[in-house]
């Protein structure tokens, strides 16, 4: 009889170390969850996203119940570890109340055994939508060359806030707070204009292609046309020579009589410009040649021989063309005069030796005109 106890209370004593030692035993384990906000703020019509930690994790399902303690929101799998592991659940902005307060319940099952909860407080709040800022950028593109070496980019925005500017390649065209672009050498560039966002305005960003490069022959050509048209539109410069005038001065480089420091403001001389001089001037500061420019601010300019023009190396005498294929920008020389020809049959030219506003002036040249000049230089470009 005390063996037969002996046996039952051995074969008990088993039971019991097994159930503790075995995978019953580590079900037992109580697991525990760590949420890492006790109170959630979120706008609406936005999801929700709780996360924390689930210690014991053995791949037990932590699910999200909505404030009845029933109705499940999300869920998501723990990791089978064993260690404390970390979850993000995200409870779809549909499954909660669109304004006020509510309360969501997370909990940890295991497949055996006990379970843990806990309870997380939700702030849900209506935010009204945000405004567009209204931002506008003229144009898309900006072509900058040797001739237009500055540009600004006209932005402007409804909301009033500040607005930014970036280049993708500053060393190529930089650009100022203001969008001002300065040309630095030729490339392509990405222009950045933004505002930052704020409560009430959603962020704003476009961006506009800036593209660096050299200027065409045609390009130079029409720079140059446009200045002398311009001078001649202009009333205070009129035709200079002799004591008016340095022969073959410009008044731009300070070299029509002498250096600018001796010019007289009280002289109406001041503006003047004999024929030659003129259009190197247009070449020089118009276009930008380089060498034209030097010697435009040496005063050593262009005259009535072809060797004058050569010594520039841009241009080439093209004999005398007929009177239907002129082109824009040609220079036609006789033994007395220089004038260049603006297409659609007219010219301009430093002409009169009277100081009248007229004596510097575009106007239509006749046939007649034309035959008077000896040949036509042309442009080529540098």
């Not at 237009?148 to 280049?167: D, M, Q």
């Not at 030729?186 to 959603?202: A, M």
């Not at 005063?299 to 520039?312: D, H, N, P």
């Not at 002409?351 to 575009?362: D, H, N, V």
Request: charged share 20%; glycine share 10%; proline share 3%.
């Amino acid at each position: 009889m005390n063996k037969i106890k002996r046996l039952t209370l051995l074969l008990l004593i088993c039971c019991v170390f097994a159930v503790f030692s075995g995978p019953e035993a580590q079900a037992l384990t109580v697991p525990k969850i760590r949420l890492d906000q006790a109170e959630l703020t979120k706008e609406n019509g936005s999801d929700a996203v709780i996360t924390g930690t689930v210690s014991a994790a053995g791949g037990q399902r932590i699910t999200v119940f909505a404030s009845d303690g029933s109705t499940v929101l999300a869920w998501c799998a723990a990791g089978s570890s064993g260690k404390k592991e970390a979850f993000r659940i995200t409870i779809p902005a549909g499954s909660l109340p669109e304004n006020g307060s509510t309360a969501v319940y997370v909990q940890s099952g295991s497949v055996r055994g006990m379970t843990a909860s806990g309870k997380v407080k939700m702030t849900i709040r209506s935010m009204a939508p945000k405004k567009e800022q209204g931002l506008k950028v003229s144009g898309k593109r900006i072509l900058l060359t040797n001739l237009k070496t500055k540009a600004r980019i006209k932005a402007s925005s409804a909301s009033g806030r500040k607005i930014r500017f970036r280049s993708s390649r500053p060393g190529v065209v930089s650009v100022t707070s203001k969008g001002v672009l300065k040309r630095k050498k030729s490339g392509k560039v990405k222009i950045t204009v933004w505002q930052t966002g704020s409560e009430t305005y959603k962020p704003s960003q476009k961006t506009i292609t800036v593209v660096s490069r050299k200027s065409t022959r045609k390009e130079q050509i029409d720079a140059a046309v446009a200045w002398a048209i311009r001078i001649a539109a202009n009333n205070s410069f009129c035709y200079g020579s002799g004591s008016g005038a340095h022969h073959n001065g410009c008044y731009f480089c300070g070299t029509n009589y002498g250096p600018r420091k001796y010019m007289k403001p009280s002289k109406r001389y001041k503006k003047t410009y004999c024929c030659n001089p003129f259009i190197h001037a247009a070449y020089a500061h118009g276009a930008k040649h380089p060498r034209m420019l030097a010697g435009c601010r040496r005063a050593s300019g262009i005259g009535m021989q072809k060797r004058t023009f050569w010594k520039f190396g841009c241009w080439k005498c093209v004999g005398k063309p007929s009177y239907g294929k002129l082109q824009k920008g040609d220079v036609l020389v006789k033994h007395n005069h220089v004038a260049m020809y603006i297409g659609r049959h007219r010219m301009v030219e430093a002409s009169g030796g009277t100081w009248s506003a007229s004596s510097i002036s575009a106007h239509h040249m006749s046939k007649r005109e034309y035959r008077k000049f000896s040949f036509v230089m042309r442009y080529k470009g540098y």
